[in-house]
Nanobody, 122 residues
Framework: QVQLAESGGGLVQAGGSLRLSCAAS????????MGWYRQTPGKEREFVAAISLSGGSTSYSDSVKGRFIISGDNAKNTVYLQMNSLKPDDTAVYFC???????????????WGQGTQVTVSS
C-alpha cells in the first residue's frame, strides 16, 4: 500500500497563491505518476493536474492551465501544486493521487490522500 499525506491548504483571497504538497510513503516502488484532483459538495471529483515523476511530463485541466503549476521530486516521492491567481471557483477539497504513470493518474489513480481544504474568498 501507498500512503499519501497532503499539506498546505487554507484560506486565501482571490488573486492570491497557495502551495500544496503531497508526500508518498509505503510501497512506492513502481509508482511513477502523481497528481491532484479536487471536489466540491454535490459534484464529482475532478482532475486538476498530474506529473510523471521520472520524466517530468505534465497534464493540466483546462480550468487551471496557465495558473497552476505541478512539480515533483522523484527522490522524495513528493508532488507539489503551486496555485496562482486563485479564484473563488477554485474552492474545493484537493486530493493527492498516485499511480504507475501520469496517464493512469489522470484516468484512474490507484491511491488517494485524505484531502486538504482550499478556500478562496472573493
Amino acid at each position: 500500500q501507498v500512503q499519501l499525506a497532503e499539506s498546505g491548504g487554507g484560506l486565501v483571497q482571490a488573486g492570491g497563491s497557495l502551495r500544496l504538497s503531497c508526500a508518498a510513503s509505503g510501497r512506492t516502488f513502481g509508482m511513477n505518476g502523481m497528481g491532484w484532483y479536487r471536489q466540491t459538495p454535490g459534484k464529482e471529483r475532478e482532475f486538476v493536474a498530474a506529473i510523471s515523476l521520472s520524466g517530468g511530463s505534465t497534464s493540466y485541466s483546462d480550468s487551471v492551465k496557465g495558473r497552476f503549476i505541478i512539480s515533483g521530486d522523484n527522490a522524495k516521492n513528493t508532488v507539489y501544486l503551486q496555485m496562482n491567481s486563485l479564484k473563488p471557483d477554485d474552492t474545493a477539497v484537493y486530493f493527492c493521487a498516485a499511480g504507475s504513470a501520469r496517464v493512469s493518474v489522470k484516468i484512474a489513480p490507484d491511491f488517494w490522500g485524505q484531502g486538504t481544504q482550499v478556500t478562496v474568498s472573493s
